[in-house]
C-alpha cells in the first residue's frame, strides 16, 4: 500500500522474482497474485494484496487480514521518494490505517465464540 506511483507494483515484481520490470501499470482498486517458492525442501506460497488507487480505497487496507492469515501478514508501506516533502505525511497515515484495521479486527476476534 501506499501513494500512487510509489513503486508498489515494481517492488511485488522484484519479490516475485521477475527478471525484468514490465514498466508502470496502474493497479485498480486491489490486485492478488502469488508465487510458489521450495525452499529446504519445503513448498511455500507467498500471497501479494496490491492495494492500489492511493488513499480513496485506503479502508480495503483491511480485505487481506483474515482468521487464516492475522498470524503471518506483513503489511509494506511503499513512499513516493520523489516528494519527500510529503513522506512523513503519508507514512503516519498508511499506519494509522494499518492500526485502525488491526485494532478492528482485534475488536472482532475477542467478540467471536469460535475463535
Same mark, same amino acid.
Given at each position: 500500500m501506499g501513494e500512487k506511483s510509489s513503486g508498489k507494483t515494481t517492488l511485488i515484481n522484484l519479490l516475485k522474482g521477475a527478471q525484468k520490470d514490465e514498466g508502470p501499470k496502474a493497479t485498480y482498486a486491489m490486485e492478488y497474485s502469488f508465487v510458489k517458492r521450495t525452499t529446504n525442501n519445503r513448498k511455500e506460497v507467498v500471497? #501479494?494484496?496490491e %492495494? =492500489? =488507487?492511493?488513499?480513496?480505497?485506503?479502508? /480495503?487496507v483491511s480485505v487481506p487480514l483474515t482468521k487464516e492469515?492475522?498470524?503471518n501478514i506483513v503489511y509494506i508501506i511503499s513512499?513516493?521518494?520523489s516528494e519527500p516533502s510529503t513522506l512523513m505525511e503519508s507514512l503516519e497515515y498508511w499506519? $494509522?490505517?494499518? $492500526?485502525?484495521?488491526?485494532?478492528? #479486527? %482485534?475488536? #472482532? /476476534?475477542?467478540?467471536?465464540?469460535?475463535f
Open positions: 500471497h #501479494f494484496y %492495494l =492500489g =488507487g492511493g488513499k480513496e480505497l485506503a479502508e /480495503l492469515t492475522y498470524k513512499v513516493d521518494l499506519l $494509522r490505517k494499518v $492500526r485502525e484495521a488491526v485494532l478492528l #479486527f %482485534l475488536a #472482532f /476476534l475477542n467478540n467471536d465464540p469460535y
